[in-house]
């Protein structure tokens, strides 16, 4: 097909851009480790390496430079494609410990059609739910000893990050949308409601309404728990607030019956009795008092009696054997 121009013919060609649908092989060059998968193109050479999670992280850990690519097989249809993925990476494949594949070649949701991703999505999603919260548990460990053993220090890692982007967050002015959505009610002793208002302002309403802040919040975690059940504010100004309870909106307030009867007992008051104490010289009585084992040392001193000389007698059930002091001994009612 062609046109004129000046009475000059010029052609008009028609560009025809090939899909390739391919097989590649990416291999670590630090570790010899390689991840075999399909990936559809418009250039089998492209920049891509894979998308497994192994492999993206081990990307990441080495660099791109550390990774080549060779292209192993190119078809010109997806079934083809798919075929020799499924016969590339099976079983044996994946459990070999120098491959990056996690499951077995055939089952990518990059081969499905949007239809078939959003039902296989949905078939994941329901096993998932089904499983057991044993079977739940194992995977959770399984995954979390694969990282730990890449990285000892992995979540201390992530978490330290999480709490530093975070802070900042909430430094710039972020509030949680969950935290905006939480509302809380506060109720006076007669179960009328008093205030309500989102959770993240309980402090500057407390400071404006003059509301004890920190038994309100126990109260709030204890799902509606009366101020001072157990026992009154210190502080006079709060008084007028017995029985006041806060809670979140239309959450079921707590059996006040079985809280009470999970309250600790007070202990007993031990009553502590005075011992006493008798002096002896020669098997003769002459001093008797009665104190509590702290105050021995000054009740002896006072009376000019040598405290250590009796306290050994005491112990030693003995009486003193020379000095001023001898025969002198002491006892315990």
Not at 15 to 42: A, D, E, W
Not at 246 to 267: F, G, H, Q, W
Request: aromatic letters at 12%.
């Amino acid at each position: 097909m062609f046109f004129t121009f000046n009475n000059v013919k010029i052609y008009k060609i028609k560009l025809v851009i090939m899909t390739y649908y391919t097989i590649y092989q990416t291999t670590n060059l630090i570790t010899n480790k390689i991840y075999i998968g399909l990936h559809v193109t418009k250039n089998p050479m492209d920049s891509y390496l894979g998308s497994g999670i192994f492999i993206t992280k081990s990307i990441k850990k080495y660099g791109k430079e550390n990774f080549k690519k060779d292209i192993l097989f190119i078809y010109d249809n997806k079934e083809d494609m798919i075929k020799k993925e499924i016969e590339i990476v099976n079983s044996e494949f994946v459990k070999s410990s120098h491959t990056y594949n996690m499951s077995m070649g055939g089952y990518g949701l990059s081969t499905l059609t949007d239809d078939k991703k959003i039902e296989t999505l949905k078939k994941m999603r329901e096993a998932q739910n089904n499983m057991s919260a044993e079977d739940i548990k194992k995977k959770s460990d399984k995954r979390k000893n694969t990282i730990l053993s890449k990285d000892p220090d992995a979540f201390k890692k992530i978490g330290k990050k999480s709490g530093n982007t975070q802070k900042k967050m909430y430094e710039n002015g972020f509030i949680s949308p969950v935290r905006i959505e939480t509302i809380v009610e506060i109720y006076n002793d007669m179960n009328e409601i008093m205030y309500k208002f989102p959770r993240y302002q309980l402090k500057e309403m407390c400071e404006k309404y003059n509301l004890p802040l920190r038994v309100l919040d126990i109260s709030l975690k204890n799902k509606g728990i009366p101020l001072y059940l157990k026992q009154m504010s210190i502080n006079e100004k709060f008084h007028k607030y017995k029985g006041w309870y806060a809670i979140y909106e239309n959450d079921i307030r707590m059996n006040l019956e079985n809280y009470v009867s999970t309250i600790k007992k007070p202990k007993e008051k031990v009553i502590f009795i005075k011992p006493t104490y008798e002096i002896y010289k020669d098997n003769i009585k002459v001093f008797t008092f009665s104190n509590y084992h702290i105050g021995i040392k000054d009740e002896l001193q006072k009376n000019n009696l040598p405290y250590n000389s009796l306290l050994k007698t005491l112990k030693e059930n003995r009486p003193i054997k020379a000095g001023t002091r001898k025969g002198y001994y002491m006892k315990k009612l």
